[in-house]
T-cell receptor, first 113, second 116 residues
């Protein structure tokens, strides 16, 4: 069964600090992995998408890494801002013909001033 | 990317009633997806709606409880029927916009339902 596990479940940091969120998956065969940001009361918005051959991808202060061998990904947020407070969801799709992605439960990030 | 308008954004409903959620996309898309996000949980796919055919439901979801319409390539509705407090969730419409990498879903803002 395809699964996506995220850690930590929640995280509180001070504004300006960096943080790293983790995602482990068992989806196989692997197609792509995406990180979404979901603000409270809003739908998820895509931050990055990574395919098998990509190790690192950046989007402003967000940098995602992917290790397809260990089936792990991380999302690093640099110089956090109050607006980074949100839920970050890791989503993995398989290459087996299914268009149905597997969602993690998300990491809830709170940035305090 | 596609822009999705979803309404209502939130509602408080009485047990036993039904509520229809609307999803409008600003471009034509083949498939539209309806998700449920229960508190503290990940998103769960309810069904896939294709224009001109019956929706395809995932395990645990049935048409009588969640009837879906897809009258054209830009619009869909999801009805939550005979609601109970367990149906209190955020319901999200999403699409896989053409011209993007496959499976990069775009989501609506969601409809937060509270059933009393």
């Amino acid at each position: 069964k395809n699964q996506v596990e995220q850690s930590p479940q929640s995280l509180i940091i001070l504004e300006g600090k960096n943080c790293t969120l983790q995602c482990n998956y068992t989806v196989s065969p692997f197609s792509n992995l995406r990180w979404y940001k979901q603000d409270t009361g809003r739908g998820p918005v895509s931050l990055t998408i990574m395919t098998f051959s990509e190790n690192t991808k950046s989007n402003g202060r967000y940098t995602a890494t992917l290790d397809a061998d260990t089936k792990q990904s991380s999302l690093h947020i640099t110089a956090s801002q109050l607006s980074d407070s949100a839920s970050y969801i890791c989503v993995v799709s398989d290459a087996g013909g299914s268009y149905i992605p597997t969602f993690g439960r998300g990491t809830s990030l709170i940035v305090h001033p | 990317s596609a822009v999705i308008s979803q309404k209502p954004s939130r509602d408080i409903c009485q047990r036993g009633t039904s509520l229809t959620i609307q999803c409008q996309v600003d471009s034509q898309v083949t498939m539209m997806f309806w998700y449920r996000q229960q508190p503290g949980q990940s998103l769960t796919l309810i069904a896939t709606a294709n224009q001109g055919s019956e929706a395809t439901y995932e395990s645990g979801f049935v048409i009588d409880k969640f009837p879906i319409s897809r009258p054209n390539l830009t619009f869909s509705t999801l009805t939550v029927s005979n609601m109970s407090p367990e149906d209190s969730s955020i319901y999200l419409c999403s699409v896989d916009p053409p011209g993007t990498v496959a499976n990069v879903l775009t989501f609506g803002a969601g409809s937060r339902l509270t059933v009393l």
